[in-house]
């Protein structure tokens, strides 16, 4: 249902991987961000509480700061960091 109204499946987030969090966390602050509509329609059919505008702004803000990490690290363990990427946040 996930994939067919926004055209992705969520990310389970797993023990073994710390940033699995930040990817799972990523993921739905992209669906707010892409249709906010359709993942409101799921959280309903999922009966879950549609998530307020607060909660969406703080988890965008969120994921902006988690990048920082996330991004440092994979520096630090040798995997590569997209060029394009900057560390700023306004």
Excluded: H
Aim: aromatic share 8%; charged share 30%; hydrophobic share 50%.
């Amino acid at each position: 249902m996930i994939k067919a109204k926004l055209g992705k499946l969520l990310v389970i987030p797993v023990v073994t991987r710390w940033n699995s969090m930040y990817d799972a966390l990523t993921r739905v602050a992209e669906f707010a961000d892409k249709d906010r509509d359709q993942l409101d329609a799921i959280f309903r059919e999922c009966e879950l509480a549609v998530m307020m505008r607060d909660e969406e702004l703080f988890l965008q803000k969120f994921v902006k700061v988690l990048k920082l990490l996330a991004d440092s690290l994979d520096i630090l363990q040798g995997e590569a960091v997209p060029a394009q990427d900057t560390y700023y946040l306004p």
